[in-house]
DNA sequence: AATGAATGAGGGTTCATTCAT
DNA sequence: GATGAATGAACCCTCATTCAT
C-alpha cells in the first residue's frame, strides 16, 4: 500500500505547504518535490499526476476530519449537541490547520469542474454525515418534523463553510472557535420549530 | 466615459457568453474579441487587462441586481418580508439567467486569490444589504437582539449560496424558485427568537 | 496565403537547417525560432505543430523538385531519355542541397509512423510520375510489355534512394552525380525486353 | 559468455515482441523487463544500455538470416541462380515474420544516426554477400564485365528493400513472396549485358 | 546474480499583452 | 480610435539508468 510508505506522506505534506504558499496554479510540481525532498520524477511514483495530488491530499485529510468528528458526537445524545459539536470540530479544525484551510477554502475552489466534481464525491461523506443529524433530530422531534433534509444541510454547510472562508480570505486575524456556540445556537434555531 | 461607448456593452456581452460556454480556463481574449466583432487589441482600449474584464462583468451584473433587489424591498414594512424577498428575488434571478449562474457560482471563483478579493469588495455592496436588513430586524425585534450581525448575514448568505451552487452543479436540473419560503422560513427562524 | 510571407520561407530554411546540424529528436521548436529570427509562438502562427514544419518542409521542397523534373523531361520524347533524366536530376537535386539531403534521407524516416503516412501522400506524386514514364516505355515498346508497373517502379525508386541514403550516410564524400548515365543504364536494362 | 544464458535470449525474444506491438518509441526498457519477466535492473547485467537491446536483436536476426541464405546459395551454380535464390528467401523471410517486418522496416529507421550507423554495420555482412554474387557473376560473365559493384549492389538491396517497406506499410496485405520471380528478373536483366 | 525504487533532465505549446501601422 | 501580427515566459511528465539491498 504506498499511502502507508513514508515519502508518500511527505509528499502530501509537502503539496499542502506549497500549495497554501504559492497558490494552486503556482504550485509547481517541482516545487513540491524539492520541498518533500525527492526527485520530481518520484511523485508519479505515488500520484498519477498533479491533479491526483490534489484529489489525495483532500481524501486523506477529509477521511481524518471526518473520523474525528465521528468519534466525538458518538458520544453525543442528541442531535442538537451533535450539531453543535460538529460546528465546533469544524471550525477547530481549520483553527489548528491555517495552511490546510487556505487549500480547503481558497485554491482547491480553483480546479476546474472535473476535478471539483471528484472533490464533492469526497464532500459527499461528510454532508451525509450532517444529513444524518438532521433526520435523528427530525425523528426525535428536537427539528421540525416538515424539514427538507437537504435545505437544512445546504444552511448547515452553506453556513459553516462562508465563516471559514470569509475568515481565510480575512487572513485569520481573529479567533474563529469563538463563534461556535452562537452559530451552533443560530443553526439549531432555524431547523427548530417554529416559537 | 467608456462604459457608455457601445464597444465596452458588446465586450462584456461576448465575455459573459464566451466564458459560459468554455469555462473560465478557456475564455480567451482572443475569443471574446471575435465574439464581441471586434479586433483583440480593442479590448485593452477599453479595460486594463483580462482580469479587468472579469471584474467589469461582476460589477455590471451585480449592480443590476443589487438595484432590483433594492427597488423590491423597498415596499416591504417588516425585515421579515425583506429577507424572504431577498431570498426569492436571488433563486428567481439566477433561475432565469443560466449562463450567469454558471459564471458566477463556478466559473469567477477558479480565479486567483488577487482576483476574488476584488470580486468579494463589489460583492461587499450586497453583503451590506443584507446587514441592512439584518439591523432593522434586531431593532424592530423581529430578530433577537443580541444577533451577531456578521455571522448572521454569513448564514444568510452562505446558506442561499450553497444552494445556488448546488443547484448549478447539479445541472440546474430542478426548479430551484420552488424552494424560496421553505428556505427564507429556515433563515428567519435561525435569526429569531428563541422558541 | 501564408505560405507567401516573409516568415514562412524564414521558418522553413531555418527549419532544414537546425533539423540537418542536429538531427530530428533535437531539432526543438525553439531553435528553429532563433535561427529563423522569429519568436518562439509566431511559429505557431504559421504551422499547426512540430510535425507540420517537417510535412510542409517536405511539401515545399518536393513539389519545387518535382516541378523541376516534370519541367525537364517535357522536352525529352522517349521514356529512357526520360528516366535517365530523372535519375540525373534525382541526383544532382540533392547534390547541390547537401542539408536537405540529410534531412530527406535519414531524419524525415525517424519520424512515427503517423508522419511517415503523410510523408508518403506527398511522395506519391513523385511515384506517380516515376509510373508515368514506366508506362510510356511499355507502350513505345522501350520497355517490357508485360513489366508490372508498381515492381518496376519500386525498382527504380528504391535504387536511386538507397543510393542516396548511402552517400548521405557516408558524408557525402564522393561526387553523386558522376553515377547517374551508369545507374539510369542499369535500370533501363532491367525494365528492358530481355537480350 | 552472457549470449548463451537463457535470460539474455528472454530479453531479446521480449525487446521483438515489444517494439512490434508499441513502436521504437514506445518500447520502453521497463515493458521489455516486464515481457521477459526479469527486474528492469536485470537487463543491464545483459546489455549496456537500451541501444544495445536493439542492436543485438539486429544482430541476432541478422545472423541467422544470413546463415540460412548463405547455406542456400551453397548449393547454386551459377550468379543468377544465386541472385534469384536470395531474392525469394528475402521475401519469404520477412514474409514468415510479420512483427520482425514492422520492426526492421519501419521502427528501427526511427533510431537516431549514431544506432543506424551501427545497424549499417551488421547489415554490412548482408550486402557482402550481395557483392560476392555480383563479382561472381561479372566472372562468370553471366553479368556485365564492367558492373560497378557498389552500384549494382545498391540496386538489388535498394529495390528489394522498397519492396518490403512498401508491403509493411501496406499493412502487409498482398502476398509479397508471389513477386520473386518478376523482381529478381528485372534485377538480373538490369545486371546483364546489353541486348 | 537479481531486484525495483528512486532519480532528474528535457521540450512542445498556449495565450495575455504590445505596438507599429 | 482600431487593428492583429508578433511576442516569449512558463511547466508537467516520461523513462533510461543507477545502486543499495
Redesign the pocket.
Known sequence: MKKN?P?YKQIIDAAVMVIAENGYH?A???KIAKRAG?????I??YFK??EDILISIFEEKMGLFIEKINGEIAGKSTAIEKLTTLVEMHFKHFSGEQHWAVVTQLELRQSNQELRKKINEILREYLDLIDLIIIEGKQNQEFKPELDVRLARQMVFGTIDEIVTSWVMKGQKFNITANSSIVAHMLVNGLSADG
Chains 1, 2, 3, 4 share one sequence.
Open positions: 510508505k515519502k503556482h509547481q510540481v517541482s525527492v526527485a520530481d520524477g518520484t508519479y511514483l499526476n498533479k
